[in-house]
């Protein structure tokens, strides 16, 4: 095939929009792959479908592979599906009414349709099933940013397999594992298997695939000796040790007037931060919970929703207020009356908390003493922490959460009531896997990998086209001739035909990245050969146009 860029909508630009920090939201900008309708909106141009849509066909095969059937379900859901899993308070879901006022969901993921559909299954005969779409997700992303790296809408590949049994749950993943590593090596993306956390998804298990990238809204936690890699949000590092004060027999009570905060704490009292600890009142479901972290760590929401298997969110200072008999500056858990749940890094030690009196705190609070948690790994690791497999230290580094695949059990299938009879005759949930692939993401991973100072490197698996063939003055008909030739054994050729200067052809051609670019000039009518230059290497050769179809 043959594509004439005089006859495409190819409009790339030679500088990059200010507002656009990420290599591949700009390269995308400046190469014609993509433009922006608003804050999150994104139309995929000509050039960029092409990639879009190849690397939709690699999944597609890969997952077919293991069985997969590909189906449609709905981007809008009636507003009940999501009532059913508890979902529908999810802060990223779109509501909206139709003309007769009935409530309905923009779907960002689709466990609640998939699951609707299961109740069909009547018995242990018609499984396992894995069932796969390419369908649009919608998000109401708070802060869309980086191009197509925080989309409001975006298409998926989501694939959902239901079991009899865990067993059959854990070969349903290990084969969806392995499938995305097919995946993420056939579009040529380094990529990384990481601990993740299941957050809102449900269930208690799931695994994250990470591409360490320039720009990106994931970390990539690993280990300085590389035997462990984790999602930040999962990562099991062990913090320092705390510097604590010389331990006491019982809490006592002290003054601290105008301290909200633990900087000031730390400060007001001589100790380090790790001395103290950080109470987090939290609302799930429709109750008050107290999360608690050292003072000189972060909660993890991706943890504690995995914890609660399900969303929570801050208290008000209303509902604070009513549990605690304090503000929020002077919260701790001894003598309160909800549920605490208490990081592992609480565990050992005495640490100064809140007393749940304006004004005032405890020093040597001990858990397990002075009050019973709930013991979780609930903080946010750390650039430093200890490695939890060999005790070395890790790292962070920016990356793109291309996949993530989860262990659902049986959370959305319980809700709905989607059983199935046993061997024996007896009712059961079915036992559900999710596991999805964002393309936009996948394709800014892409280019944050493979690109230079001039422009993108596409790997020929998901480039627009195989070949660009620039026609230089006067030499149109035998960069013809070469795209003809090329076309023959089945490459998909773009022929720069427009009546343009000779840079910026050469320009253009290193901004859209195809792996191969063809140059007819002056020299090729007085000889019959062309310039045949690699794109990822730079290397180049002359070749009789003749010659083409063997060696391009």
């Known amino acids: 095939m043959i594509a004439r860029a005089s006859q495409l909508f190819l409009p790339t630009l030679r500088d990059a929009p200010a507002d656009a920090d990420a290599a591949s939201h700009q390269l995308l900008m400046r190469g014609g792959f993509i433009r922006q309708m608003g804050a999150g909106l994104w139309s995929f141009l000509p050039l960029g479908w092409r990639v879009h849509e190849k690397i939709e066909q690699i999944i597609r095969e890969e997952i077919d592979a293991i069985g997969g059937q590909e189906m449609r379900c709905p981007t809008l859901t009636p507003a009940e599906l999501w009532e059913t899993t508890g979902r529908i308070d999810v802060p990223i879901l779109f509501h909206l009414s139709d003309s007769g006022g009935r409530p309905f969901v923009l779907s960002w993921t689709h466990e609640e349709s998939m699951t609707f559909l299961a109740r069909e299954l009547q018995s242990y005969k018609e499984l396992p099933q894995v069932w796969y779409h390419f369908s649009t ?72 695939f990470l591409a360490p990238t320039g720009s990106g809204e994931n970390e990539l936690m690993r280990c300085e000796n590389g035997d462990y890699f984790a999602d930040a949000e999962a990562a099991r590092g062990a913090p320092q040790p705390p510097e604590l004060p010389s331990p006491l027999d019982a809490p006592e009570l002290v003054d601290t007037p105008g301290v909200g905060t633990i900087e000031g704490l730390a400060e007001f009292l001589g100790i380090a931060e790790s001395a103290t600890s950080k109470a987090l009142p939290v609302v799930t479901g429709d109750r008050v919970v107290l999360a608690l972290v050292r003072g000189d760590d972060r909660l993890s929401p991706e943890k504690l929703e995995t914890f609660f298997e399900g969303a929570f969110r801050p208290a008000t200072d209303e509902e604070i207020r009513a549990s605690f008999g304090a503000g929020g500056g002077s919260l701790g858990p001894v003598g309160v009356g909800i549920e605490v749940i208490a990081d592992e890094a609480l565990r050992e030690g005495q640490f100064v908390a809140g007393a749940n009196e304006d004004g005032k705190h405890l020093r040597g609070v001990q858990a397990g003493r002075d009050y019973e948690p709930t013991f979780a790994d609930i903080r946010q690791a750390k650039d430093g922490d200890a490695c939890p497999e060999c005790g070395g230290t890790l790292r962070i580094q920016t990356a793109i959460e291309v996949g993530h695949i989860f262990k659902l059990g049986t959370f959305h299938s319980q809700a709905f009531g989607a059983t199935f009879l046993d061997e024996d005759g007896r009712e059961k949930p ?51 001739q070469a795209a003809e030739a090329l076309s023959a054994t089945g490459l998909d050729v773009l022929l720069d035909d427009r009546d343009q200067r000779a840079g910026e052809k050469f320009a253009d051609a290193d901004l859209i990245g195809c792996p191969v670019r063809i140059t007819a000039g002056k020299r090729s009518l007085e000889d019959g050969k062309v310039d045949v230059r690699d794109r990822a290497s730079g290397d180049e050769k002359r070749l009789d146009v003749a010659e083409l179809g063997k060696e391009a």
């Open 137 to 208: 997700k919608d998000r109401d992303e708070p802060r869309p940013r980086g191009g197509l790296l925080r989309l409001r809408e975006f298409v998926m590949k989501d694939s959902y397999t239901f079991d009899a049994d865990m067993a059959g749950l854990d070969a349903a993943f290990d084969r969806h594992e392995k499938a995305y590593t097919r995946i993420f090596e056939r579009v040529g993306l380094d990529a990384y298997l990481v601990e993740a956390e299941s957050g809102v998804m449900g269930g208690k298990s799931s695994l994250g």
């Open 430 to 480: 079915l036992v559900m896997g999710s596991y999805g692939i964002g393309l936009a993401r996948t394709m800014a991973a892409i280019v944050e990998q493979c690109h230079d100072e001039h422009g993108i490197v596409w790997p020929r698996s998901v480039a627009p086209y195989d070949v660009h063939v620039v026609a230089l003055p006067g030499a149109g008909e035998i960069a013809l």
